[in-house]
């Protein structure tokens, strides 16, 4: 069974740091192009970054964009958001999400074969 499981969220100060993790277990997602959405309440669910299974391209939101790293280990079958400078609106709920293998970087959350439950991100001004 495919799991994907998000650890990391919790509260902060705007202007403070957090570090997401999202392990996968139930097969390996090296070949697979990974990502990290968020959705707000009230709001649909957006794309934050994604970075690819090949080469580790990367792409960002603009919202996120020089203040956001994703990264993976796959030896640890492990991807991660560093999340630095943050601000009241980038609260939300934060999901990790895996592409079927061999997918390159798209935007769009239903192209993404697999998701984890989601971890609480707030930020307080």
């Known amino acids: 069974q495919v799991q994907l499981v998000e650890s990391g969220g919790g509260l902060v100060q705007a202007g403070g740091s957090l570090r997401l993790s999202c392990a996968a277990s139930?097969?390996?997602?090296?070949?697979?192009?990974m990502g990290w959405f968020r959705q707000a309440p009230g709001k649909e669910r957006e794309f934050v970054a994604a970075?690819?299974?090949?080469?580790?391209?990367?792409h960002y939101a603009d919202s996120v964009k020089g203040r956001f790293t994703i990264s993976r280990d796959n030896a640890k079958n492990t991807l991660y958001l560093q999340m630095n400078s943050l601000k009241p609106d980038d609260t939300a709920v934060y999901y990790c999400?895996?592409?079927?293998?061999?997918?390159?970087?798209?935007?769009?959350?239903?192209?993404?074969?697999?998701w984890g439950q989601g971890t609480q991100v707030t930020v307080s001004s």
């Open positions: 970075v690819s299974w090949i080469g580790g391209t990367t």
């Open positions: 139930g097969r390996t997602f090296s070949s697979n192009t």
């Open positions: 999400a895996a592409r079927g293998p061999g997918g390159g970087i798209v935007y769009a959350a239903s192209r993404y074969d697999y």
